[in-house]
């Protein structure tokens, strides 16, 4: 169901693009639009994991420099059938993780400091093994091109409002006009929507994938439990454009806040984990 969702919201965004594409420039600006996506794309897709690392200051570690950690996720690739991915520590005392790479022959995993601090052994399985999940799923790539795809509407409605404002109403096959401007208006929330819940699909899909690594829930559901607190306790200065990444939501916030989030409600995660556990599943 979660693949199937997330080709379901996939498929609203590029329509969505095109969609808005062609009332800003009729033909033109759909082959416009297309092009901009397909530029955007290859660039996230070679790029992204090296300045998303270069962002949060990671430095790569071997196993001489933490056995115990690097020795972890060896274990657990191995349970996955996924090639040994590189291991970076972020020097942060919020305790979060987060994986990236464009897949799993070119992947990695970071921790911070904090969490390799106040998580028990099993517990940071749990949460290396959700990460892990994330690679073996593929969904590092996924959710870079939707939030490429959300960044590429939202420019282009930015455009066409800066052009409803200063370049007047152009005809039907030019685009413009009303029609035009309330796209515009419209298509930056919907594509912002889109991509939070695509990344909330992934995060209940990477918790089941982790869970079965692990070969047990509840360490999962334990260690996101102390996540959130930790978070809450010592929030990290996150970039908005990385904050799906990670496994708890560096950016907190209540209210309209959560219908914004890139991640599910932490209850239901820890409930589905712990039902996981309930029924035997792993």
């Known amino acids: 169901m979660n693949t199937l969702k997330t080709t379901f919201l996939m498929a609203l965004l590029t329509v969505m693009m095109v969609m808005l594409g062609g009332a800003l420039g009729g ?19 070679w790029f992204s994991d090296k300045m998303v690392l270069s962002m949060y200051g990671a430095h790569e570690i071997s196993e001489r420099d933490d056995p115990r950690f690097y020795g972890l996720v060896r274990r657990l690739a191995q349970r996955a059938g996924l090639p040994m991915p590189k291991v970076y520590v972020i020097d942060s005392d919020t305790p979060n993780a987060f994986a990236t790479g464009r897949n799993p022959e070119h992947a990695a995993v970071a921790a911070t400091s904090g969490i390799l601090r106040i998580l028990s052994e ?8 959700h990460e892990l999940a994330h690679v073996k799923n593929r969904d ?40 035009a401007l309330v796209m515009a208006i419209l298509a930056p929330l919907a594509a912002m929507l889109v ?38 306790q010592i929030p990290m200065h996150a970039n908005a454009a990385t904050a799906h990444m990670f496994i708890v939501n560096p950016l907190t916030g209540g209210g309209l ?24 599943r792993s």
């Open 27 to 45: 033909r033109n600006g759909m082959t416009l639009a297309f092009v901009m996506a397909a530029g955007m794309n290859f660039f996230s897709y």
């Open 122 to 129: 099993e517990e940071l399985a749990g949460v290396m093994a």
């Open 140 to 179: 590092i790539l996924i959710q870079t091109i939707a939030a490429t795809f959300a960044g590429a509407i939202t420019y282009m409605a930015h455009m066409a409002q800066w052009g409803a404002m200063f370049g007047g109403r152009g005809d039907d096959d030019d685009g413009g006009g009303m029609g």
């Open 195 to 232: 991509q939070m819940a695509i990344s909330r699909s992934r995060e209940y899909g990477a918790d089941a994938g982790g869970a079965s690594i692990c070969g047990n829930p509840l360490s999962l559901a334990n260690a996101l439990a102390k996540l959130e607190m930790g978070n809450r």
């Open 257 to 280: 806040m959560t219908l914004f989030s890139t991640h599910p409600p932490m209850q239901e995660r820890i409930a589905r984990l712990q039902e996981m556990a309930r029924m035997g």
